[in-house]
């Protein structure tokens, strides 16, 4: 018989099939599905409801409060505490409650409700981070340059609001949580240095939702295919917004243009400025080159198809499950040299860094490997070892059920 173990989803991965963050989470249920457990994951949404999916159980809670996102985490956070408290009453012997960010404000607040009515389920809370807020924000507002008044008044209202509330919830998070699970050193420092929680820091691999969804359909070797003839396609995939550089990205476009490179290029993901970074497109007269077609459930068939793959970041804090996906498919793959990312790939070995925000860099490394094929291969199957080596499902899983075994949690 398995054991529960709660995930603190915040937002309903059913509605967010193609967002970083709830893919964060069901990568998360995967691991621990394979490990034995029977995955909880409590969220908010559209009524309340309990369905059974291929990587765990999802109890919604319902929520007048709309959007549900982790800016507005504080008020969803005593509906799913509440939710958590009622899941484990009657319970005996300790029960994993596992947040991700900000939703780790629920965990600790249902952990502390729980021993607050003397229950006799230990409910331990553990939250895992890939940056702190606050970082976040301030690296949008450092990218806005070029962005019209707008845009620029959203992001500091946003700041603003992040610093008054949503700090408060991400320290309660952090303090009160038994560890705080992080993937990079980059953000070890962040959180440390905001909220000074060094010991509970534990440093563990990760994975993408498809190492899990198409490990048996996969080998290294279907890489050694001769590449299909015809213009080569760059890829990329994230959110619109400032930091993550699509402007940067289309003005190196542009520069390849002029020089007359062939290519074609996919900018797959939603956001906020994607509206804005099709009007540049077309400023720039890319319009025929390339494609900006919004969010997609399932940025994989995509990877799959690109020649090129490229993360045009000007921050991450952390790193990009988008990379992790692109290592997998066995892209080559063009990256900013910034936060986490060093720590994910090797220059010239599994990929080529560029400086952040320097659209000449990006696309003189774009036409480097546009124009060499043998590169292009050498650092497809150099991704592809890297994502073997730490970010393989089994990898993952093994990782996390250490850290859930540490704490006196097994299936």
């Known amino acids: 018989m398995s054991r529960d173990v709660v995930l603190v989803a915040g937002r309903d991965p059913l509605d967010e099939l193609g967002g970083g963050h709830s ?3 069901r990568a998360h249920a995967r691991a621990a599905l394979r490990l034995g457990f029977t995955p909880r994951l409590f969220c908010a949404g559209r009524g309340r409801a309990t369905v059974e999916t291929d990587y765990g159980v999802i109890h919604r809670s319902s929520t007048p409060l709309r959007p549900v996102r982790q800016l507005l985490a504080g ?6 505490a509440a939710a958590i408290e009622r899941f484990a009453t009657g319970r005996r012997g300790p029960l994993l409650v596992h ?3 900000v939703w780790g404000y629920a965990g600790v607040l249902a952990c502390a409700q729980l021993r607050a009515s003397g229950s006799e389920c230990e409910a331990i809370p553990i939250v895992s981070s890939y940056t702190t807020y606050a970082a976040e924000s301030r690296a949008i507002l450092r990218s806005l340059a070029g962005y019209g008044w ?3 008044l959203r992001y500091q ?3 603003l609001w992040i610093r008054l509330a949503v700090e408060r919830w991400e320290r309660r998070a952090y303090c009160e949580a038994r560890r705080v699970l992080i993937n990079y050193e980059s953000v070890r420092r962040l959180i440390v240095a905001r909220y000074g929680v060094a010991a509970s820091c534990v440093k563990l691999t990760y994975a993408a939702e498809p190492a899990f969804l198409r490990e048996s359909r996969e080998s290294p070797e279907a890489l050694e295919q001769p590449e299909v003839a015809g213009v080569p396609l760059i890829v990329a995939v994230s959110r619109h917004e400032p930091r993550k550089g699509g402007d940067v990205l289309l003005a190196a476009l542009a520069r390849l243009r002029q020089a007359g490179v062939p290519f074609r290029a996919c ?3 939603g956001g906020r400025q994607l509206a804005e970074e099709r009007a540049l497109a077309r400023r720039l007269g890319l319009g025929g080159q390339v494609e900006l077609p919004g969010e997609v459930a399932d940025p994989y068939p995509y990877l799959e198809r690109a020649d090129v793959f490229v993360l045009p970041s000007r921050a991450e804090q952390s790193g990009s499950l988008a990379l992790l996906e692109a290592l997998q498919a066995g892209c080559a793959v063009v990256a900013s040299r910034v936060d986490g990312i060093p720590e994910d790939v090797a220059d010239g070995a599994s990929a080529l860094l560029v400086e952040p925000g320097d659209p000449a860099a990006l696309a003189s490394a774009l036409a480097r490997l546009l124009g060499d094929p043998g590169l292009r291969r050498r650092l497809a199957a150099g991704a592809r070892r890297r994502f073997e080596e730490r970010f393989s499902a089994s990898a993952f899983a093994a990782a996390l059920g250490k850290v859930y075994a ?3 949690i097994e299936p």
Request: charged content about 20%; proline content about 4%; hydrophobic content about 40%.
């Open 23 to 25: 893919s964060y989470v």
């Open 75 to 80: 008020f969803h956070a005593p509906r799913l």
């Open 99 to 101: 947040g991700f960010g």
């Open 150 to 152: 707008r845009t620029r």
């Open 157 to 159: 209202a946003d700041y």
């Open 267 to 269: 900018l797959a993901g």
């Open 406 to 408: 540490d704490l006196g």
